[in-house]
């Protein structure tokens, strides 16, 4: 019984820790959802897609069967299904050197914003889902001060 509470401890600081981070990106995330209409921290906040916008409506059209949409809302849908692929053989090969994963994961950040700067390039602001949020916090916040202004 005694052996026990060490572990347990452990997971209660966690458990704490993920709550203490889970909790208030929830309630901003609501926020957001209900001020902006989008529940992403840089385009409800900033009104800038992300390098992951578009991702949650390309799983949608690809539900649907719909591939060709899905490639358009975002062309790398399909690769978080290849990094939990790879994330489970590297949990396989546990206690081997790892470092090849982590290459892995550098790389894929540095895909998704090699992506990200095309879809700017090429689609924002006037393609969905690379477009401007007129609803985001700081449009709303500029749009006051300008009122104020001209006054
Ligand atoms: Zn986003």
């Known amino acids: 019984m005694g052996s026990n509470q060490p572990g347990r401890r452990v997971w209660y600081r966690s458990a704490k820790g993920i709550a203490g981070f889970a909790i208030p990106l929830g309630l901003y995330l609501a926020l957001a959802w209900g001020y902006t209409g989008g529940i992403c921290v840089l385009y409800a906040s900033v009104g800038l897609p992300c390098p992951g916008c578009g991702l949650s409506r390309a799983w949608g059209c690809a539900w649907r069967g719909q591939w ?65 949020n007129r609803k985001s916090f700081l449009w709303r916040i500029c749009r006051g001060l300008a009122a104020l202004f001209r006054r």
Not at 75 to 91: D, G, K, N, T
Not at 106 to 116: G, M, Q, R
């Open 68 to 132: 060709l949409e899905a490639l358009a809302m975002h062309p790398l849908f399909w690769y978080p299904v290849l990094m939990l692929a790879v994330w489970a053989v590297q949990r396989l090969r546990r206690g081997r050197s790892n470092r090849w994963f982590t290459v892995f994961l550098i790389a894929s950040c540095a895909l998704f914003f090699a992506v990200y700067a095309v879809r700017m390039a090429a689609l924002f602001p006037h393609t969905i889902p690379m477009v401007w």
